[in-house]
């Protein structure tokens, strides 16, 4: 989740194009080319307004609730912190009382939903880009688009071969070009922005035009030379392609296309631009649109408050179920909740939940990230699993065995891959990991001239990994439960600390990956804490201490 400070006057900072390859603004016109750069879906980003005063005191009104959900404290503390009154800071969220939504509110509720959607992406994803995409060949809309711009290159060949030639249509993307070319400029670019209108100036055109003087092949070639200006290196062999070709009409729609794929190039050369600056801001910036979003939509936190009442009641049964397993336990009293602990155990509920549902909305723009953690995660239990058992039945075979972790990760890793797929056969593939292990074991032991295992041996360990598929599995069960363990220490680790919790026993065959995603997880709930705190603590002060939260509504109806 940490972007690093970049660079942006620095000649070698790159960027990625459609293709993947580095594109490297190679003149300062380029490098300091900004949001005037930016192209259409990129367009939402201009209207991205971040708080720029470094005086407000967001960080403080923020960091109340994530100051107490990353911290051990005890239960009274807690009831403290969220019987306070919060709603007097600027950056807590104010309550909407039920309206109708009209259409004009839903588009704006939506606008704020993309521009929010964007501005995370941009900041947290730093293999973010945009790409140049065509539709598939044999597609319907491919072949519509093909057909239609067929027709229309055709009807300017026409147009241009008829004597005396027709310029009509060919004036009109010369105009056009001329504005791509212009919206590449930087505001201080005055010499080059003066030249471009000064050649490309229509009127002038025309007039050419009707006295048949117009020298569309020179037209087409200054602006071939401009493009070689402005483009990024990557450019260069198409601007080549571009001077060699003769056909004039061919030539303008060539250029269409390398304008395009500029356009790309710039608008991810500004995405990049963004970054840093929106990262050091995301924080304020998305509580305020999700506030706008509340506003807009009141029912905009239902899921969310279903996602911690459920945590809330898995908590209950977790403690009646301590208190009755406790014959001393006093049954009588009120069962304490930390809010701290309630909301760890939501997002530990992210770890396992099923994607077809909805997921919370504070959690939206994170659901891909949460998903292939899920995803990664399953693999990982998988193969502490088959470790455990193989180590369990033949661990004085395989005790020898060099790099046999290793060896089983590169087996297994392939034949997991779209595991979470509704169509993946788990069986199957652990079947084939089965087999790939009794290959390794017996290869070992041939070398160290021992007698393999027997046919018994590995059908019975063939039949141990099979069974992992199971629901209710020991195995499975036991490493589930550890993965969960080292989870929620992890969580409960304050946010600036950067050391790992312990490693449970039975993952040490996957500790250095269970770490890592363990770290990105770690990150995405640290950060959903910081921005979406104050929903989370007026939540919670509903359902935790209705009694407070009562007393604090009639206190304000009183007041007005």
Same mark, same amino acid.
């Given at each position: 989740?940490?972007?690093?400070?970049?660079?942006?006057?620095?000649?070698?900072?790159?960027?990625?194009?459609?293709?993947?390859?580095?594109?490297?603004?190679?003149?300062?016109?380029?490098?300091?080319?900004?949001?005037?750069?930016?192209?259409?879906?990129?367009?939402?980003?201009?209207?991205?307004?971040?708080?720029?005063?470094?005086?407000?005191?967001?960080?403080?009104?923020?960091?109340?609730?994530?100051?107490?959900?990353?911290?051990?404290?005890?239960?009274?503390?807690?009831?403290?912190?969220?019987?306070?009154?919060?709603?007097?800071?600027?950056?807590?969220?104010?309550?909407?009382?039920?309206?109708?939504?009209?259409?004009?509110?839903?588009?704006?509720?939506?606008?704020?939903?993309?521009?929010?959607?964007?501005?995370?992406?941009?900041?947290?994803?730093?293999?973010?880009?945009?790409?140049?995409?065509?539709?598939?060949?044999?597609?319907?809309?491919?072949?519509?688009?093909?057909?239609?711009?067929?027709?229309?290159?055709?009807?300017?060949?026409?147009?241009?071969?008829?004597?005396?030639?027709?310029?009509?249509?060919?004036?009109?993307?010369?105009?056009?070009?001329?504005?791509?070319?212009?919206?590449?400029?930087?505001?201080?670019?005055?010499?080059?922005?003066?030249?471009?209108?000064?050649?490309?100036?229509?009127?002038?055109?025309?007039?050419?035009?009707?006295?048949?003087?117009?020298?569309?092949?020179?037209?087409?070639?200054?602006?071939?030379?401009?493009?070689?200006?402005?483009?990024?290196?990557?450019?260069?062999?198409?601007?080549?392609?571009?001077?060699?070709?003769?056909?004039?009409?061919?030539?303008?729609?060539?250029?269409?296309?390398?304008?395009?794929?500029?356009?790309?190039?710039?608008?991810?050369?500004?995405?990049?631009?963004?970054?840093?600056?929106?990262?050091?801001?995301?924080?304020?910036?998305?509580?305020?649109?999700?506030?706008?979003?509340?506003?807009?939509?009141?029912?905009?936190?239902?899921?969310?408050?279903?996602?911690?009442?459920?945590?809330?009641?898995?908590?209950?049964?977790?403690?009646?179920?301590?208190?009755?397993?406790?014959?001393?336990?006093?049954?009588?009293?009120?069962?304490?909740?930390?809010?701290?602990?309630?909301?760890?155990?939501?997002?530990?509920?992210?770890?396992?939940?099923?994607?077809?549902?909805?997921?919370?909305?504070?959690?939206?723009?994170?659901?891909?990230?949460?998903?292939?953690?899920?995803?990664?995660?399953?693999?990982?239990?998988?193969?502490?699993?088959?470790?455990?058992?193989?180590?369990?039945?033949?661990?004085?075979?395989?005790?020898?065995?060099?790099?046999?972790?290793?060896?089983?990760?590169?087996?297994?890793?392939?034949?997991?891959?779209?595991?979470?797929?509704?169509?993946?056969?788990?069986?199957?593939?652990?079947?084939?990991?089965?087999?790939?292990?009794?290959?390794?074991?017996?290869?070992?032991?041939?070398?160290?001239?021992?007698?393999?295992?027997?046919?018994?041996?590995?059908?019975? %360990?063939?039949? *141990?990994? !099979?069974? #992992? +598929?199971?629901? &209710?599995?020991? @195995?499975?069960?036991?490493?589930?439960?550890? $993965?969960?363990?080292?989870?929620?220490?992890?969580?409960?680790?304050?946010?600036?600390?950067?050391?790992?919790?312990?490693?449970?026993?039975?993952?040490?065959?996957?500790?250095?990956?269970?770490?890592? %995603?363990?770290? *990105?997880? !770690?990150? #995405? +709930?640290?950060? &959903?804490?910081? @921005?979406?705190?104050?929903?989370?603590?007026? $939540?919670?002060?509903?359902?935790?201490?209705?009694?407070?939260?009562?007393?604090?509504?009639?206190?304000?109806?009183?007041?007005?």
């Amino acid at each position: 989740m940490d972007v690093p400070e970049e660079d942006t006057n620095s000649p070698g900072w790159v960027f990625k194009s459609e293709g993947g390859e580095c594109v490297r603004p190679r003149r300062a016109l380029r490098r300091t080319a900004g949001v005037s750069g930016l192209v259409y879906c990129v367009n939402k980003v201009k209207g991205i307004r971040m708080p720029l005063n470094d005086d407000q005191n967001s960080d403080s009104d923020s960091s109340r609730l994530s100051e107490s959900t990353a911290s051990s404290s005890d239960s009274e503390y807690s009831r403290q912190s969220f019987n306070s009154d919060s709603s007097s800071k600027p950056s807590s969220p104010a309550s909407s009382p039920p309206k109708v939504i009209t259409f004009d509110e839903l588009m704006a509720a939506t606008r704020n939903l993309s521009n929010w959607t964007l501005a995370h992406e941009i900041a947290v994803n730093a293999n973010f880009c945009i790409k140049h995409e065509e539709y598939p060949q044999n597609s319907f809309a491919g072949t519509v688009k093909q057909i239609v711009h067929k027709a229309f290159w055709d009807h300017l060949e026409s147009e241009l071969n008829e004597d005396p030639p027709e310029y009509k249509h060919a004036i009109k993307l010369f105009e056009e070009i001329k504005e791509i070319l212009l919206s590449f400029l930087t505001p201080g670019a005055n010499r080059i922005h003066n030249q471009i209108c000064e050649v490309l100036d229509t009127d002038l055109i025309r007039q050419q035009a009707e006295h048949n003087a117009v020298d569309i092949p020179g037209l087409a070639n200054y602006v071939i030379n401009t493009m070689g200006k402005l483009c990024a290196p990557i450019r260069d062999n198409d601007i080549k392609q571009l001077k060699a070709t003769d056909n004039i009409v061919e030539l303008l729609r060539q250029i269409f296309h390398v304008l395009d794929l500029m356009k790309v190039d710039m608008a991810n050369y500004t995405i990049k631009s963004l970054r840093p600056y929106l990262w050091h801001n995301l924080v304020d910036y998305e509580r305020t649109k999700f506030q706008e979003i509340l506003e807009e939509t009141p029912s905009a936190l239902n899921l969310t408050t279903e996602w911690i009442k459920e945590s809330i009641q898995d908590e209950l049964s977790s403690i009646s179920d301590e208190s009755s397993s406790s014959p001393g336990a006093d049954s009588s009293s009120k069962p304490i909740i930390s809010p701290t602990l309630v909301l760890n155990n939501g997002y530990l509920k992210l770890l396992q939940w099923d994607y077809c549902k909805t997921i919370p909305e504070t959690l939206i723009t994170d659901e891909v990230r949460l998903q292939e953690l899920r995803e990664k995660l399953n693999q990982l239990k998988v193969i502490a699993c088959v470790s455990l058992i193989t180590n369990n039945m033949v661990g004085a075979a395989i005790v020898d065995v060099p790099d046999f972790a290793d060896q089983l990760k590169r087996i297994s890793l392939p034949l997991l891959e779209g595991m979470n797929k509704k169509s993946f056969d788990l069986k199957e593939a652990l079947n084939a990991i089965g087999v790939q292990i009794c290959s390794i074991v017996n290869k070992s032991l041939s070398e160290r001239g021992l007698p393999t295992l027997s046919e018994e041996m590995q059908s019975n %360990l063939m039949g *141990q990994i !099979a069974h #992992i +598929v199971e629901k &209710n599995n020991p @195995v499975s069960s036991l490493i589930d439960k550890r $993965i969960q363990l080292f989870m929620r220490s992890l969580l409960a680790l304050p946010s600036f600390q950067k050391c790992m919790p312990t490693m449970p026993g039975g993952l040490s065959v996957i500790q250095t990956e269970i770490e890592f %995603l363990g770290s *990105q997880y !770690a990150s #995405i +709930v640290n950060f &959903n804490k910081k @921005v979406y705190g104050p929903f989370y603590a007026n $939540i919670l002060r509903k359902l935790l201490f209705p009694e407070a939260a009562m007393e604090k509504t009639e206190a304000e109806t009183s007041s007005n």
